[in-house]
């Protein structure tokens, strides 16, 4: 598809952003669902984020994605945030209507759609969430909405997971919570277990937070590090038979969402998961 005077612009903004994936997604996107539009990554810090968005509203660029370190202050820049974004406290999408900025977050609703792609339903489950961290939070908060039976959250640093643990508590009285430190995680009666710490992620690819296999055989194990897809936490587990979901299908259905959000329209997602191994070099 060629760029024109119509082609719109959307873009990232976070600081370090050499890694990110995102461009690849949302060009990709943008190509298969025949949307006239680009998406650039802009390296912007702590101290520049308020002129970048000012920027934004100047040239009109109609949507933006924020990443760390933004996620939290870009709120003071806003005029708006959704229901979503207020209860996860963060914001991860913006959409730009005439100058007028609205918030959201689509990352625990993405990583909740990467599960019902894989015919997993969050209601009545119990979940062990390994870190408390922005994403930890983001998905911890989501699934507990959804209807999450139980929510175990262990963290190298305890009082964080106490923290979202006490949160989730005080806003969804049915979901059963508790909080640990790695060491003493419940093993029992998982059916779903998720690292969302960054131990694993590329260039400490050799590393893990915790073996896999002491969880219950029928557990599902994912992990959101996405660099590299298969990280050692999935590979031991799905070496000892553990269906396994990796940090990539989250990634892919935050930026969906985020682009439905932009454009008012379905995007078609199936793309991703025929393509998803030529376009990220899955092995
Ligand atoms: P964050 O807010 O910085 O949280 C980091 C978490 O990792 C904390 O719980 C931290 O524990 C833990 N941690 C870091 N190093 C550790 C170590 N050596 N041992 C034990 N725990 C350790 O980061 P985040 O935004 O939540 O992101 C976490 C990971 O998820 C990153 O790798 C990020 O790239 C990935 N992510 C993926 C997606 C996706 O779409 N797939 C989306 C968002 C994030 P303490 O609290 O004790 O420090």
């Known amino acids: 598809m060629s760029i024109d005077a119509d082609t719109k612009l959307f873009c990232l903004l976070g600081h370090p952003i050499s890694k990110s994936l995102s461009p690849i997604i949302h060009n990709y996107s943008f190509e298969e ?20 968005v000012n920027g934004i509203k ?20 806003l005029d708006e945030i959704d229901e979503e974004a207020n209860l996860l406290g963060a914001v991860n999408t913006v959409k730009n209507v005439n100058g007028k900025l609205t918030g959201f977050n689509t990352d625990g609703r993405g990583f909740i759609q990467a599960l019902q792609n894989n015919n997993i339903d969050i209601k009545d489950k119990n979940i062990t969430i390994i870190g408390a961290g922005g994403a930890a939070r983001a998905i911890t908060m989501t699934m507990a909405k959804d209807g999450a039976r139980s929510i175990q959250v262990a963290n190298r640093t305890v009082e964080k997971a106490k923290k ?14 508790s909080w640990t430190d790695i060491q003493n995680i419940n093993t029992v009666d998982m059916d779903i277990v998720v690292n969302c710490t960054s131990v ?18 029928n557990a599902l194990i994912c992990d959101i590090v996405y660099k ?15 269906r396994i ?36 070099n899955i092995l």
Request: aromatic share 12%.
């Open 33 to 52: 669902n025949e949307v006239n539009a680009r998406y650039v990554a802009f390296d912007v810090d702590k101290n520049a984020l308020k002129y970048a």
């Open 58 to 77: 100047a040239l009109n660029i109609q949507g933006f994605n924020v990443t760390i370190p933004h996620k939290v202050d870009i709120i003071k820049l």
């Open 164 to 177: 979202i643990a006490y949160e989730i508590s005080s806003k969804f009285q049915n979901v059963v919570t």
């Open 200 to 217: 694993g992620m590329y260039p400490d690819a050799e590393s893990f937070i915790i073996d896999p296999c002491i969880f219950n055989k």
């Open 228 to 242: 590299p897809t298969l990280t050692k936490f999935l590979n031991v587990a799905k070496q000892s038979g553990y």
């Open 245 to 280: 979901m990796g940090g990539i299908d989250m990634l892919i259905y935050q930026a969906i969402l985020s682009e439905q959000i932009w454009l008012d329209k379905k995007i078609n997602s199936k793309l991703f998961t025929e393509k998803k191994k030529d376009i990220f």
